[in-house]
């Protein structure tokens, strides 16, 4: 079921009343939202609901075999480590499957064909069922946090509910079971929901995706990231700038319906995004964009390798690693280990140059606000680089717009003043401080019934009057 | 523990004010009165935008869902234009500059079957040279978006071409209420004049149909809906023909799905069919690029090194990269073929009559 669609707002509905009559109880609020998440997940296509339900049942059997294993102290026992291990795999070899089988069958077969055997075993050829990395990531999550002694084991009729809770379900955000179970498991009170907040989220939320990202995605960026050769410079810069609106667009205003949804449930999720173009640096960046992701790469992949802890050298290699690794989540493609390795190779950088220049300049060399522009351009450009290689179908693709943005010489076709200050908003939305957007949410909630009815129906009213016909899947369901 | 929505307060008003207050201070409101200002607002937005609801019901592929939306949205829009709530929408409309699509209603495009004039023959392709690019037209669904940009990729700096690329996602020939391609083409047509057209639809045809006599036809295996179509392909040939132009009708690839496979077989026979029928069009069979050596669907074929390339899309429907370069470097050649053919055929009567 997707967000923006009159399907999802009648089921949100009785989502929402069914929820908060049930919470008093318990069990059977639990197992009501599980099958109201199960139909979330199987509307579409039902054809995968079975793999949600086998990873549930798998991850609680681990996790209850893990904190069986554990130490009467809680520690970590050779046990409870090699079963951490074999949930990891079990895991992994179930997202691998479907994500990278026929990547790693296509390689063998050209292999074999280099040495002259020409093996060919047969394709998966099968659709990625939809939220596959999301729910594998709790599930990881789930049984590591038991292993290391910070999460006691969930019931099972508990995990479900965690695991396949449908606003986080399908593209995150990320929420730990420890975040997830003390609010699922303490009473709610419905007389406090956050609904300006909440509201805020969803119709921001659907504004940017489905105006923002579907007005840029059809005016610029599909026509030249589809054949760069055929526009110029103009077109294809200002191109990449539009494909950094468009997926945090569509990114962000998945996960802000979904935390406001959540919102409204009762249950808070972490947040995801926190204006992530106004960064001064990557490190920076990643504390901002996909926020919940940075944090399970960290927890999850770069602490495991080693962090900073063992030297300078490992830790760019451990920076580097981690972040081809999470190129690589993305799909089984060259665009986007390089989209990684960009992003990886800057990090390490701008580590490097940071202690470089610290050690030589102890004094500013330039005013602060210039370096903070300097820094802001900087930054700005390196991800939008990256980005040209995660958007692009194929390196040779990623290097026409490249190549075109240098040397383009015909004359801007697509770029209009219109969408020139779409870009500019955008971005300026960045710098909106915070306590203006929680000053506009009281005053929202302080509004009288009929004006907030008002305004809830314009919001929805202008959403679908300067929106596309349809509504374009959401980028992040596919990975 | 919280039995009810809104629990009612046995508190002296003023505090109760007082409460409340706070928590809109917060932000906060009770779910009872957060329930009721998301029905009301939800309600509210379906009669305000009722007749676009109604177009994207009737814009469904025929069929039960389509059947269900119409019957739910139909009485909200009666009702939204009894209380003139619509024209808020139609404000909203006008003020964006959205065009007016409304009252496409039933999907159907009339007119009689056309026929050929026996005197037509085959227009005669002229070479291009660098200061008289030869106009080449290529049109069609979201299969023919993939082929275009790879023939604007290998082409479109060529001082021997002026390509012009028109897709439409998710259209076709059977709903012209949802787009309307002869009306585009004939638009298309007149404005940019093309010497040589390749055109390709029927991804998305393989659903229902209503004819004009008011007939619904559920899908290619019926009668009905094959004569339908058959009647809408030759109309579009019909339209694309000029005196100086060339049409190329590329028929459907190979798809991965047995059932959609079949259905596009089906199209296919339709579309070589009417085009046999016709001295200006050409049918260009894709199964020799994307089948194997039956011309059943294949995921990868060896490249000119002997490499797998893939040239799907992981859907089994689309062309990826390599297989929409494959494709506009067939039409590429289509294109010398055809050149050829005329500069043999008037060599021949120079010849004859020299």
Known sequence: MLFPTVAFAVFFLIAFAVSWLLRPSYRVWLWVMTV????????????????????IVVSWGFGMAVFRTLAADGGRTPASTNLVRAAVV???GLLGCFKYYDFFVDSFADATRAIGLGVSPPLLEVALPVGISFFTFHAISYVIDIGRGQLRPLRLDELALYMSFFPHLVAGPIVRASEFAPQMQAPADPRHIPSGEAFRLIAFGLFKKVVVSSFVATALVDPVFGAPAAYGRLDLLVGVYAYAIQIYADFSGYTDIAIGCALLLGIRFPQNFNAPYRALSLQDFWRRWHMTLSRWLRDYLYIPLGGNRDGVARTYRNLVLTMVIGGLWHGAATTFLVWGAIHGGFLALERYVKEWWHERVPEPALPAPLTAVLQWVLTFHVVCLAWIFFRADSVGTAFDMIGGIVSGTQPSELVTTFLLVTIILMLASQFVPAHAVE????????MAPAVQVGVLASALTIVDVLGPEGVAPFIYFRF | MHADLDRPSSRPPAVARRRSQARARHGEQPAGRILAAMLVSLSLAALVNADALVQRAESKPLGPARDRSLAIWHPVQDVAHVTQLSRLRDLGDWLVGNEDEGGAGVPVVAGPTTTV????????????????????YIGGDSIVRDAGDAFLRIAGDSPLFDITLHYENATGLTRPDFFDWPAALADDMA?????????????????????????????????????????????????LRADDRIVFWIGLPPMREDGFNGRAELMNTIFRDEAGRRPWMTYVDTHPIFGDESGRYVERKPDQKGDLVGLRQKDGIHLSSPGAERLARALLDLIDDEIQTVRATASTTSTTTG
């Not at chain 2, 998305?204 to 004569?227: E, F, H, L, R």
């Open chain 1, 36 to 55: 109201l998440s199960f139909v979330f997940y199987g509307y579409a296509n039902a054809r995968f609901v079975w793999l949600l339900a086998t990873s």
């Open chain 1, 90 to 92: 079990v895991d992994l």
């Open chain 1, 439 to 446: 000053r506009a949410q009281q005053r929202f909630t302080a």
């Open chain 2, 117 to 136: 004039p026996p005197e037509v023959g085959r227009p005669a392709l002229r070479t291009p040279a660098a200061g008289a690019p030869l106009r080449v």
């Open chain 2, 191 to 239: 404005a940019d004049r093309p010497e040589v057209a390749f055109v390709l639809f029927g991804g998305n045809d393989a659903q229902g149909i209503i004819a004009p006599d008011g007939g619904t036809y559920p899908g290619p295996s019926d009668p009905g809906w094959k004569q339908e179509y058959a009647r809408r392909v030759g109309g579009v040939m019909d339209a």
